[in-house]
């Protein structure tokens, strides 16, 4: 059975080109580039230039390029950073989206004593920027806002609320995981402070991510150890994350315009027609400003996990906001804060695009999933075929 | 991804018995779209009091979907008298075995099948005859908890919202079910053992720091270590981070103390003393 991927903001395959740059650097460049020999150091030359490659992609500079482990190490660190560097401020303020890696860490921190703030969203997953800017304080330590949601891909205005906090003296860092590669980012041009990325969000291995802290940005380190990364990140260098992470922005910064034209092409192309083709069905924060490989489309009466089940069957690859899939309760709290009802929520399924679909895929999967929708409500005490949508209600 | 049974995957991806029985006399309907969960049982029950067809309707996922197949196919041929005896456990069974996570499914079809049941008899169905509301987000009373904590011996908190969900929204009732889960452990004591023997309480109070309690602190750099047990006071000490972390005294009386008057004697008083 063939697989059609349909699941990118989990994770991406890892692009050809990466693989080939990164093999060299387990058997053969296997040295450490802190060693004084050259067999070592040679390697360092080579952390350089994928440095300045992902410097490059956010419109940064090669020195503010923090290398981690992952997307949630980097967001970790920012916002306890900020604290630490801001021992008087013990308040936070965060969006009720955020990934789990800062939303988790706010409740962490409101254990602890801090006063965190979720701002909301609106219906279309729209920041709610007068609650926002409300919520600026001379005690907020630092602001932390995605710049675009995992799971319905709604774009945060960042730069907006970046220059909003930058004018009170108050940290910005952005969770920018799902954005990069996809949109342009100019972080010369922009008041954000700290910003993470994500290795295996675009097409480099996981296990490796970035933390851009921006020059003369107060900082404290997460993992204490060695001088690695300037002192600002202790721990052997991942160096064949680190090469692969570098031609992986080399290559996201060629793939960005397909990714607005082709892969928003078959993205609208595949949430127009499974709107078109199943009833009471529809797409969340269609009306947002949107990344342009992401689709959550709820399938009302039927409830995700099945769906995500029976599309498996045919091999087609999507994640499920509803409560059955992630071991919770209740469905996604990201659509939770939109209001979604639950008739919808538990129903939702995200489809998330890369550069590696082909329209055969999405044709394909335009025509296996409005019967698995029809199949599933077939079985539902609640699917009356002549009611009414509740998403008017 | 979760790790069904080949048994529910084929009752999930072909299910036997779904839809609606004509001319059913006993109906069974539990769960809301709300709670992310409903099935819908109707049955026939013949003269003698035979069931002879047994049909579902369910929103839900797979192990849901499954459960109210299984459960249509332990009932058709059954008597009443012997169809009331299923537990949820036996449905589960059926399946061979569910995810502890799902398995308030199990628990859904056996709830459904007893309100079928009552409404075959005429009677008003269990849930809405008692029981005070414990859980306001999935709408579950203190009656069917205390039942799926008996029926299964449930122990932890973590199992009463894996098998009735009751917990697994907003947590504001947390404490009343450790609450009822005392209550019933405490019952169940005093019925069976009316003291526990120093030996067996250091052995549980052991068992239950290393389960229970050293996991959770470790993810903070933290352990906890016996010191004496006397009566039912108990003697702790607080190692590494948690030596010197200042709520230490708050996890002390909140946590540990919570888990082991829980998990091993209501009457238990935790002190800490510093080594």
Same mark, same amino acid.
């Given at each position: 059975m063939k697989t059609v991927y349909l699941d990118n903001n989990a994770t991406t395959r890892v692009a050809p080109e990466v693989v080939e740059a990164m093999m060299? !650097?387990?058997?053969? !460049?296997?040295? /450490?580039?802190?060693? $004084?020999h050259r067999f070592g150091g040679q390697v360092a030359g080579t952390l350089r230039e994928a440095r300045a490659h992902v410097a490059a992609l956010l419109g $940064?500079?090669?020195?503010e390029i923090l290398f981690t482990s992952c997307g949630t190490e980097s967001d970790n660190t920012a916002v306890l950073s900020a604290l630490a560097v801001n021992p008087g401020k013990r308040h936070v303020v965060i969006s009720r989206v955020e990934h789990p890696a800062i939303h988790t860490l706010g409740q962490h921190l409101a254990k602890q004593g801090y006063e965190v703030t979720e701002i909301p969203v609106d219906g279309?997953?729209? =920041?709610?920027m007068d609650r926002y800017a409300d919520s =600026?304080?001379?005690?907020?330590a630092v602001v932390s806002l995605m710049? $675009? /949601? /995992?799971?319905?891909?709604v774009i945060f205005p960042v730069e907006e609320a970046a220059r909003m906090a930058r004018d009170q003296g108050i940290l910005f860092h952005t969770d920018a995981v799902q954005i990069a590669g996809k949109v342009p980012i100019r972080l010369k041009e922009s008041t954000v402070d700290m910003l993470s990325i994500s290795g295996h969000k675009l097409h480099a291995p996981k296990g490796v991510g970035v933390l851009y802290v921006r020059k003369g940005t107060p900082f404290s380190p997460y =993992?204490?150890?060695?001088?690695?990364e300037r002192n600002r990140r202790g721990g052997t260098e991942n160096t064949p994350g680190v090469v692969a992470l570098g031609r992986a922005c080399e290559l996201a910064a060629g793939s960005m315009e397909r990714e607005n034209t082709e892969v928003r092409r078959l993205r609208d192309k595949l949430e127009t027609e499974l709107t078109a083709r199943v009833p009471n069905s529809k797409v969340n924060g269609r009306d947002s400003e949107r990344l342009p490989n992401t689709s959550n489309i709820s399938f009302e009466f039927v409830e995700g996990e099945a769906i995500l089940l029976m599309m498996d069957e045919f091999g087609i690859c999507a994640s499920s906001g509803s409560a059955c899939t992630s071991g919770? =309760?209740?469905?996604?709290h990201v659509l939770r804060a939109m209001g979604v009802p639950f008739t919808m929520a538990h129903g939702s399924i995200r489809f998330s695009l890369s550069i590696y679909n082909a329209e055969e895929e999405i044709d394909f999967v335009i025509e296996k999933v409005p019967p698995i929708i029809e199949r599933l409500r077939s079985l539902?005490? !609640?699917?009356?075929?002549s009611a009414k949508s509740c998403e008017s209600g | 991804m979760w790790e069904y049974t080949d048994k529910v995957k084929e009752l999930f991806l072909d299910?036997?018995?779904a839809g609606v029985v004509e001319s059913a006399n006993a109906v069974g309907e539990v769960g809301s779209m709300a709670c992310g969960d409903a099935l819908k049982l109707t049955l026939r029950v013949n003269e @003698? +009091? *035979?069931?002879?067809d047994a049909r579902f309707q369910t929103f839900g996922c797979a192990s849901a979907i499954a459960s109210a197949s299984a459960l249509t196919e332990m009932l058709k041929g059954k008597s009443v008298e012997e169809a009331e005896k299923i537990t949820n456990q036996e449905i589960a069974d059926y399946l061979g075995g569910l995810p502890k996570e799902k398995m308030h499914c199990s628990v859904l079809g056996q709830e459904a099948l007893e309100q079928a049941l009552a409404n075959y008899r005429g009677e008003p169905s269990k849930k809405e005859e008692e029981g005070e509301i414990v859980c306001e987000c999935f709408g579950i009373t203190d009656r069917q908890i205390e039942r799926a904590v008996r029926e299964n011996n449930l122990t932890t908190l973590e199992d009463v919202t894996n098998y009735? *969900?009751? +917990? +697994?929204?907003? @947590?504001?009732c947390h404490d009343r079910i450790r609450e009822i889960l005392r209550e019933i452990r405490a019952e169940q004591q005093s019925n069976v053992r009316p003291e526990m023997s120093n030996i067996q309480k250091i052995r549980r109070i052991e068992e239950t720091l290393e389960k229970e309690v050293r996991p959770a602190l470790k993810q903070d750099g933290g352990d906890i270590e016996l010191v004496d047990v006397i009566g039912n006071r108990v003697l702790l000490s607080m190692r590494g981070t948690c030596a010197v972390c200042k709520a230490s005294e708050q996890t002390m009386k909140n946590f540990v103390q919570g888990k082991l008057r829980e998990?091993?004697?209501?009457?238990l008083e935790v002190e800490e003393v510093r080594s």
């Open positions: 060299p !650097f387990f058997s053969d !460049f296997y040295g /450490n580039p802190s060693s $004084a $940064a500079e090669p020195e279309q997953g729209r =920041l709610d =600026l304080r001379p005690g907020t710049w $675009a /949601n /995992n799971e319905t891909g =993992l204490i150890g060695g001088h690695q919770s =309760l209740q469905p996604s539902s005490p !609640f699917w009356d075929p | 299910p036997k018995n @003698e +009091g *035979k069931i002879e009735t *969900k009751a +917990g +697994g929204g907003c @947590e504001s998990l091993v004697w209501p009457d």
